[in-house]
């Protein structure tokens, strides 16, 4: 149902401009739009039983005529007496004097709002209003909805009251009846009219309860699908069982922890099966994943096919390549970094050695994967942080090879059953142990009062040979926000606090290339202090650096910086976070608390699911894929399980979605994954 959101009535272009803003084009958009949060005002009670600082429902009787103060200039104050059966009240708005004649004495009105006592007076303040019997604002519950600049939720309320009544019959079913049989789920229509006006609570939760598991079950399914296609069952290659991994493994310079054995093992069993390993191997930053990507390629070697590594950028890129080099060394196994600031002549004898296959191991950025790169016996393919890689550039990357096994690592700890969305064309390994002796990183979180003894802090660090990470959430001021734009606290940095250091800056608009220069010097010490927007939260390895500032902190999800305070307790000296948190706000204070207290990035992401909802958190976009509006991961667990369970019965009955009670099931994922490039292998 594709119309024009301009074309509806009471839309128009100039407000179809500001809905397009919220991500609605078309009147199904619109239906789809699903409030953010309700106001209750079903319930009514009387003047008696409401407690202050409540909101609430009341039928009341006008008794008197409008009062009017004006107690200072620009300031009027209008209120008008009113009682039920248990009490008397008067309703209070500020500067609205036009109300004084909307009321009559000894009418019946009922109104919402919030109570408040000014010595022995009761108000009801700014209460939303109607006459007895109508039951349009008050007695139910409203939807509130994100609004944009320009757009009222009144004005959201009544476009989509519209829509509705136009246009809910042609809203189609596309879940086969036996499922809504099986899990007692409400009709569509119904749910979509139950979810913006809901009667009732429980039809709200109905209606929240099909159309989370509509959405959940739709996006596993089109992520099953993309694994059969893509990696499930492909005739892979069976690796040598007697590779001597054991004593390459006695030889190296650390233990390795259980838990690094375990995920091990796993691989090891996936590399000896003949079916396509296309595992997820996710772990705690520096919980010892590189070492795991280094055992895999020597099994590979050792049966006589190459490996590949790519990362998304080429310092991470350089960094793997100088790291895995010496696990190398007396082995007899070469190892070529290609990236694409390597002069053409030496690109050009790495391509021709590679296909050779006088290279064994190649390490790089997606210059890995352009068609110019050709193998000789490509056996493993691995993607370093996955989440800046879709499942297009792995597909690409397998197929430079006859169904090489796949490996994708990743340093955002993700709960397992969230893995199984977000990763669902993967199997999942988890390290969750971290090498014995790293230091803990102290991680502190203050307001903006001790921004100066911060900066002295730092200082004396800098006099120690020490170097200094300070993150800020935007580039450059915004009118909107009033946050540390990065260019800004640059300046002043350089110009006045920390002028006899070395500052540096590093944003997401500058160069791959100026990026990876501003790291280069960083990593060599040319620059003690690096002011930078996210962009270092997957980076770089800078032992000497163990000072993390974050300004703004409260506008980070707690996973993000749990990973941003992993840049630094790489090396041997104390290292410190510290989180400017500008707002005062409960859960603000809270989501502090939980980084102070804990360092499992697993415990933490589960908290910052549960503080911040999935929107934000499960941050779908960056992954490449669909955005959730209905469901949320933390609340909706039980619906999501029930969801992947369904998911699997459906696929593994019926793979490609060709019977015909899944006809409208299949265009519905189509339509959900359709606008994501990376899934095109998806039709």
């Known amino acids: 149902m594709a119309v024009n959101i301009q074309y509806l009535k009471g839309v128009g272009p100039k407000r179809a401009s500001r809905l397009r803003k919220l991500n609605i084009n078309t009147v199904e958009d619109l239906m789809y739009f699903i409030p953010r949060d309700y106001d209750d005002r079903s319930k009514f009670k009387t003047l008696r039983e409401c407690m202050i600082g409540e909101k609430v429902s009341l039928e009341v009787e006008i008794i008197g005529k409008a009062n009017i103060l004006r107690p200072r200039r620009n300031l009027s104050i209008i209120k008008i007496p009113v009682k039920d059966s248990s009490h008397n009240a008067y309703l209070v708005w500020f500067n609205q004097e036009y109300l004084k004649d909307k009321f009559i004495v000894g009418e019946k009105i009922i109104v919402n709002g919030k109570i408040n006592k000014v010595g022995m007076e009761i108000q009801i303040m700014s209460p939303v209003f109607e006459k007895s019997g109508t039951m349009n604002k008050v007695g139910r519950i409203t939807p509130i909805y994100s609004l944009t600049e320009g757009l009222t939720n009144n004005e959201i309320m009544k476009i989509i009251d519209y829509s509705i009544k136009e246009y809910i019959n ?194 790089g950025t997606h210059a890995v994967i352009q068609e110019n790169v050709e193998f000789n016996r490509l056996g493993l393919a691995i993607t370093d942080e996955q989440h800046r890689f879709g499942v297009k550039q792995r597909a690409i990357l397998s197929h430079k090879g006859n169904n090489p096994d796949v490996i994708v690592m990743t340093a955002t700890p993700i709960p397992r059953t969230l893995a199984l969305i977000l990763y669902g064309d993967l199997d999942v390994s988890i390290i969750d142990e971290l090498p014995p002796g790293r230091k803990e990183i102290e991680t502190y979180a203050v307001g903006p009062e001790m921004i ?46 920390f002028k006899e250091f070395k500052v540096g800056l590093l944003h997401g608009k500058m160069k791959p290339k100026e990026k990876d220069l501003v790291m280069e010097e960083f990593k060599n010490h040319k620059i003690d202090i690096l002011v930078s927007t996210t962009v ?125 009670k899944y006809r409208e099931l299949k265009k519905k994922i189509q339509e959900m994954f359709s606008n994501l490039g990376e899934y095109s292998t998806f039709n």
């Open 452 to 497: 100066e003894r911060i900066n002295n802090f730092i200082r004396k660090q800098i006099l120690e040979s020490r170097q200094a990470y300070i993150v800020c959430p935007l580039i450059e001021e915004s009118e909107t926000l009033t946050v540390n734009a990065a260019e800004e606290l640059y300046k002043d940095f350089k110009d006045n606090i």
């Open 536 to 660: 270092i939260e997957v980076g770089v390895n800078v032992p000497n650096s163990n000072i993390m500032v974050i300004y703004n902190a409260e506008r980070f999800g707690l996973a993000q910086l749990h990973q941003l305070r992993g840049r630094v307790g790489r090396g041997e000296h104390q290292s410190y976070c510290i989180l400017i948190n500008e707002s005062n706000n409960q859960i603000s204070r809270e989501r502090m608390r939980v980084l102070q207290n804990s360092t499992d990035g697993f415990k933490i992401s589960e908290k910052d699911l549960e503080l911040r909802g999935p929107g934000e958190f499960f941050g779908t976009r960056q992954h490449g894929l669909p955005e959730l509006k209905v469901a949320n991961l933390f609340t909706d667990m039980d619906i999501l399980k029930v969801a992947q369970k369904e998911a699997i019965n459906i696929v593994n009955q019926d793979p490609n979605l060709e019977l015909e």
């Open 170 to 363: 042609q809203i189609r079913e596309f879940l086969p009846q036996e499922i809504i049989d099986k899990y007692d789920l409400m009709d569509i229509k119904d749910a979509i009219i139950n979810v913006h006006f809901p009667m009732n609570s429980v039809l709200l939760e109905k209606a929240r309860k099909r159309l989370s598991f509509q959405e959940l079950l739709t996006l596993q399914m089109g992520l099953f699908i993309i694994k059969n296609r893509n990696f499930t069952n492909n005739k892979g290659i069976r690796f040598n069982k007697t590779v001597e991994i054991n004593d390459f493994i006695q030889k190296l310079p650390f233990e390795l922890t259980n838990s690094q054995i375990k995920v091990f093992k796993e691989i090891e069993a996936d590399m000896e099966n003949d079916i396509q390993m296309n595992r997820l191997v996710q772990g705690d930053v520096g919980s010892g994943k590189t070492i795991i990507a280094v055992l895999a390629m020597f099994k590979a070697i050792s049966s006589g096919y190459q490996a590949v590594m790519m990362a998304p950028t080429e310092i991470l890129a350089s960094q793997h390549f100088e790291s895995i080099k010496k696990f190398f060394l007396g082995y007899n196994i070469r190892t070529e970094l290609l990236v694409g600031s390597i002069p053409p002549k030496a690109k050009e004898e790495i391509l021709l050695d590679l296909k050779e296959g006088r290279i064994d191991v190649l390490i």
